[in-house]
């Protein structure tokens, strides 16, 4: 006897797909055989089965490696063998998600995705990494992502560069050398114009204050679906635990004007690290393909005049 499942699955960038499998209810052995069918695109040539791969919820590996091919499929792209090292600890992990957790299946098969176009794209820490995240860490590395994106010419570029741009010295460096330029020491809106040259896509202010009258930036003036603010702090302690994102905490600095003025400040904040940047162009292509249309948009030549 057998069970014909309908599943509805969203692809990414808009498109959804029905489709129709059939998966055995009475049999394991023809369950095995089915989910067999399903990785082969993805495995080595000599095959595996998945027998071979000690599965937790056989259900959700199928709905992962379905979200994979009907991906896919819907780009046209073909899928090239995954060496075993990359894709046995994938599909293992894969399987201890609950099956009613769409977002982080979407993240795996994502994974599965990019593993696949390239056998030097995914490197096993990314699959250690995933499985190691829970959909708060993940979906706050994602806004990490896309905070300021409106703010942003170049989003893309600064995104891609964060890793560099955060650094603390880098930044300092360019506060103090672009600051005297934009604004004079006295103007009210001095900490706004500071936040505004700190914050990007990938770099995000925790405070900032000026001398002995602090102006505390919150977090997050409204917080999106799934993140508590409670948790805010617990999973940026996680994300830096896993190389994704490094924290600068309270940094003391001045700027100098050239009238000789000066002004003290301290601050504190995050930036997405270049591990952190791969994880989420294997893991969540689209906000990577968000970034990107919004740079062409805005400015066609990625290259500043």
């Known amino acids: 006897m057998s069970d014909d499942r309908s599943i509805s699955i969203d692809v990414g960038l808009g498109a959804k797909v029905e489709v129709t499998t059939e998966v055995p209810a009475s049999s394991a052995g023809r369950l095995v055989d089915a ?123 600064d995104l891609a560069d964060s890793s560099v741009d955060g650094r603390k010295d880098n930044l300092l460096y360019y506060l103090r050398d672009q600051i005297p330029k934009q604004i004079q020491p006295d103007d009210k809106e001095l900490l706004s114009c500071i936040y505004g040259n700190i914050a990007r896509p990938g770099i995000f202010v925790k405070f900032l204050a000026a001398d002995e009258e602090p102006e505390i930036f919150e977090y997050f003036e409204s917080y999106p679906d799934g993140i508590a603010p409670a948790n805010i702090d617990r999973d940026i302690s996680i994300l830096a635990s896993l190389g994704l994102v490094a924290e600068v905490d309270d940094v003391a600095f001045d700027i100098e004007w050239p009238d000789g003025a000066v002004r003290n400040f301290t601050s504190a904040w995050i930036y997405l690290t270049k591990l952190g940047f791969d994880f989420v162009s294997m893991c969540a292509p689209d906000v990577i393909a968000n970034l990107h249309m919004a740079q062409q948009m805005r400015r066609p030549d990625p290259t500043p005049a």
């Open 35 to 157: 989910l067999t069918d399903l990785i082969r695109p993805f495995s080595e040539a000599r095959g595996l089965r998945a027998d071979q791969i000690r599965l937790q919820r056989e259900d959700v590996l199928i709905q992962v490696a379905l979200k994979a091919r009907e991906r896919l499929r819907v780009e046209e792209d073909h899928p090239h063998p995954i060496p075993n090292k990359v894709l046995v600890p994938l599909l293992e992990k894969a399987s201890l998600e609950e099956i009613d957790n769409e977002f982080m299946i979407d993240k795996w098969a994502s994974l599965l995705v990019g593993a696949s176009r390239s056998s030097a794209s995914v490197q096993p820490r990314l699959v250690s990494i995933l499985s190691e995240l829970g959909r708060s860490q993940v979906e706050l590395l994602v806004l990490l992502c896309s905070l300021f994106l409106d703010a942003s010419e170049y989003p893309l570029r």
